[in-house]
């Protein structure tokens, strides 16, 4: 299993980012998907998670109405849109593989990729 983040970087406030996650070694479309950031000096945050069909979404309030997430099962990647990004945004990304559904509890996830780091400042 392998779980590979990009598109993170340096950003403006009220910027925008999109966050890619490409997965292999698994029959992706089985399985749900999250996405958990950590801030330098605390510890992980769940942001969001996705249904293996793709049409059942949770968020973190705090990013509700800011950030989408997404999936395309032909392509085995998730989707993090991320808009109107704010300084307390800047966290090291990271997508996981949640077998259990469990959502916020990452716990339970079992898998994990490298990160990519989100900057937000002026």
């Known amino acids: 299993v392998q779980l590979v983040e990009s598109g993170g970087g340096l950003v403006q406030p009220g910027g925008s980012l999109r966050l890619s996650c490409a997965a292999s070694?698994?029959?992706?479309?089985?399985?749900?998907m999250s996405w958990v950031r950590q801030a330098p000096e605390k510890g992980p945050e769940w942001v969001s998670s996705?249904?293996?069909?793709?049409?059942?979404?949770y968020y973190l309030d705090s990013v509700k109405g800011r950030f989408t997430i997404s999936r395309d099962n032909a392509k085995n990647t998730v989707y993090l849109q991320m808009n109107s990004l704010k300084p307390e945004d800047t966290a090291l990304y990271y997508c996981?593989?949640?077998?259990?559904?469990?959502?916020?509890?990452?716990?339970?996830?079992?898998?994990w990729g490298q990160g990519t780091q989100v900057t937000v400042s002026s």
């Open positions: 996981a593989r949640d077998p259990r559904a469990a959502n916020s509890d990452f716990s339970k996830y079992d898998y």
């Open positions: 996705i249904r293996p069909g793709g049409n059942v979404v």
């Open positions: 070694g698994f029959t992706f479309s089985d399985y749900a």
